[in-house]
Structure formats: C-alpha cells, structure tokens
C-alpha cells in the first residue's frame, strides 16, 4: 500500500433529500491539494464559508454529528466522511447547498460509487499517520459507552452494539482492514426505534425519511394513531410490521446490519481526528457523542505531541547533552532515567529536559482513564538534573553517587500529562560543602511552572 497522500481524478456529484429537512441537495466531491483534508463548503450562504471535519468544530450529536464554524452549520456528515476514509481519499473539497448531506439510502453506499466514479489520484506529498503506541480509552458514565483504541498494524474496527430490546438483541462486527469497508460495511443502513420515530415525526423533525433510508425497530406496539402518522410520513397506502420486527417495505443486507452501521458511524466520526490513524478501535455501545468525544481526545494528543514534535527540533540544537552523554555522569539506567538533555550548565545553574511520552510504563496505573506523572517521579527528575551539575565538577563522576538529604517546601502546581516536555531549571543556593549541595528546583511545562522545591544531597564516593 502506498504512503502517498490522495484525492479524487474529478468533480462528481449527488443528489438527493435531506432527511431532517426534506429539501433537495445537491453535493459535489471536487480534487484537493495535500494536507487540504475534508473541508465542506455552504454554496448555499453568502461569500460559500468553510468548515473543516474537525472534532473541534462538534456542536451537536443528536441524531447525527454536527458541525459549526462560525455560526455555519453542517448535519450529519458521518456517512460522507465514511465514505472518504473507507476509499482511503484524503483530501477532498466538499461542496453543498444545503445545512446537510442527502441521506440517499441511509448508508455510505451512493457516496462510495460517485467517489469510485471520480477515481482516485495520487500526490506526491507523504501521508500523515498517528501510529497509537498506548491504549487510549474514552467512557461515558451515563450510558456505558466505552471506546478503546489499542496498538495495531492497520486501521481496524470492532463495534458491539446492546440496546437491551429483544427485536434487536445483540450485535457485533468488524472491520479487520479498510478495503472491507465497500462490499461489507458501505451499504449497511442507519436504523432507529419506533419510539424515536414517533418523537420524530411528534416534533417535525423528520421531513425526508421514509422507509428505504432507514430500518425502523418496532420495540412497542403500535397504536392506529402511529400507523396513520407513519403512512402520512412515509407516503404509504399501508405500514406493516414485518416477522423480523421491522417496517415492511426493506429487507435487511445482513441479520447484524445495525452493528454494520454503527461501525460506518465510528469511522465517519473519527474522521474528524484530521489524521489518518493505526490502531484497533474498539467500541462498546458506540455513539455520535462517545465518538466525536473520543475523536476530539485524540485530536488533542496529536496536537500536543506535533508541537512537542517541534519544540523538540529546538532543544536538540539547543543541548548540549543526549541521553548517552547524562550516563556518563549518572548512574541511572532506564526505566529510573528521567531526563533526555541537559540544555545549558553554568558553574551553578543547569536546565534540563524530560519528554514525558505517553508510552512511561507508571501511566497504565497511574492512573487507568487519567493519566498523570506521579510528583515523587518529577522530583526525582529534577534532582537527577541537579546530579549532573554537582558531579559535572568532578573530573570521574562516574565514581560518585549523590543521595537525597533532604525535601522542603515541594509544591506541585499543576497535573503533568502524557505528551508534556518538562523543563527543569536548578540553581545552587549556597557552594557544595563537605560534599553537601543546596539546590532550588522548578519544573515548567510551556511556561508554567508545575512543580518547585528544594533539595539538599549527600555526594559520596562509591
């Protein structure tokens, strides 16, 4: 599989109903630029603004997600994102006239055919990937959603759907590589239960449904009332309830089609990462909300570590000591190795470095869900920091060994988080003496000061 990023050849275009709305819509895929992503554009408001699928613009996840940038709204744009992801498109300009998608069948299936249609074009640019490396998990006490994403080679999905109704029972299904996603997973239709019809249709809230965009679960009896409004609704002589629990007039693609869609859902979703991921997802009870939070969890890692990523081109010009040149003066070893450069050392100062990957083995227990750094861990980072300024002034440091004497006035500001750089600034407060050394300690994460103290240490020769 290439590692080019990719769009499509040419525009092509849909159209259809919009379901929340019941107005025509016409959408347009048209060719992007690399690292464009998928941005949607509102033909239909003055000046055409944009909004890029990105968690941080969610709004909304009734009924669908929702985007705003702005005060510009898109509705439920999970089934094209799908689509996109599905087909391994990367960079696609997304045209509409309306506040949301054609719902054509329910499903990401007409989508995928006007892609295919389009064919797909490499480009020279490289794709961007976040590879997990840790088990990063998002719940939702409320209602038991759970989403879990663990280390993989490829993108995959497992989705485990439980409403606790005997019409639908339980579902599962998974997606083990993403050229699955057209034959098994795109065609596979959005559902709902005949009490969120009737709340539907009671608020006006369903103008574009009917029963070949979506699998109605008959969970109640229904009521001549009901049956006259869904007739109404869906245009229809007669609505009757099939053998299998559904609205007649759509026969199921697969006996576990709403854990096929929920799946199409997740993958719409967490494509508002705005990367493409490797990992297994695995989701529990899966929803627009646990989604998108989940997404936006995610998205929040990559940003921190891309700026990490750049602050940490800065400091290696900056260091003056790798991790190689620390245990020449140090005794420590990995895993009680806790700073990677030392920056700057004068006679009685020194700043140095901690990258505090998510991958630290004292994150998976402390603690599970909420990972921070424990405060004993950062002062012993800095207190190794403050070990290779007083040894730095012995010409054999490796035949000495320096041993806490004392902790005062250790105060600890903020959390440090996964993906966190800690600075560590030290500073003698009086000269070494008798093999005693004094020292003021503060750790910074951008610029705020997250843990301070200060330390007296023994020096003592093997």
Do not use: C, W
Request: glycine share 6%.
């Amino acid at each position: 599989m290439s590692n080019k990023q990719t769009t499509i050849k040419s525009l092509v275009s849909l159209e259809g109903v919009g379901i929340h709305t019941g107005k025509d819509v016409k959408l347009s895929f048209k060719p992007a630029d690399s690292d464009t992503g998928y941005v949607f554009k509102r033909l239909d408001l003055d000046g055409s603004p944009s909004i890029e699928a990105l968690s941080k613009y969610v709004i909304n996840t009734q009924r669908g997600t929702t985007l705003e940038k702005n005060g510009v709204k898109l509705k439920t744009i999970e089934h094209v994102l799908a689509a996109l992801v599905g087909l391994e498109i990367d960079n696609v300009l997304i045209e509409i006239n309306a506040e949301e998608p054609p719902i054509m069948d329910g499903s990401s299936k007409y989508f995928v055919d006007a892609l295919e249609n389009a064919g797909v074009l490499e480009l020279d640019a490289l794709r961007k990937e976040y590879i997990i490396k840790d088990i990063i998990t998002y719940k939702d006490s409320k209602n038991g959603s759970e989403i879990t994403i663990i280390p993989s080679d490829s993108y995959q999905i497992t989705a485990m759907v439980d409403y606790e109704t005997k019409v639908l029972g339980t579902q599962n299904a998974t997606l083990s590589k993403l050229s699955d996603f057209k034959d098994d997973f795109s065609n596979a239709r959005t559902f709902s239960f005949l009490h969120e019809i009737e709340m539907l249709l009671e608020n006006d809230l369903i103008k574009g449904g009917d029963l070949n965009n979506a699998i109605v679960y008959v969970d109640k009896k229904i009521s001549i009332e009901t049956m006259e409004k869904l007739k109404k609704a869906f245009n229809k002589d007669k609505v009757s309830v099939k053998s299998n629990g559904i609205l007649d007039n759509l026969n199921l693609h697969y006996s576990n089609e709403a854990a096929r869609h929920k799946l199409l859902d997740i993958m719409g979703d967490l494509a508002l990462i705005g990367r493409r991921i490797r990992g297994k997802v695995i989701a529990k009870k899966p929803g627009h909300f646990v989604n998108t939070e989940f997404a936006n969890k995610i998205a929040n890692l990559i940003e921190k570590e891309d700026k990490l990523e750049s602050k940490m081109f800065e400091y290696n010009d900056k260091a003056i000591m790798d991790a190689e040149k620390i245990m020449k003066i140090l005794p420590h070893r990995h895993p009680f190795l806790f700073i990677d450069k030392i920056l700057e050392i004068t006679d009685s100062s020194i700043v140095g470095l901690k990258y505090v990957s998510p991958d630290e083995s004292y994150f998976k227990g402390h603690f599970p869900g909420r990972p921070v750094m424990p405060g004993v861990l950062q002062i012993e980072a800095m207190a190794q920091v403050g070990g290779v300024l007083v040894l730095s002034t012995f010409p054999d440091p490796e035949n000495y060994l320096t041993f806490f004497g004392r902790i005062e006035n250790a105060k600890f500001k903020r959390p440090v988080e996964p993906g966190d750089t800690l600075i560590f600034e030290l500073e003698l407060l009086s000269p070494i003496r008798r093999g005693i050394s004094h020292m003021r300690a503060r750790a910074y994460v951008d610029g705020e000061l997250t843990t301070e103290a200060e330390m007296k240490a023994k020096i003592i020769k093997k």
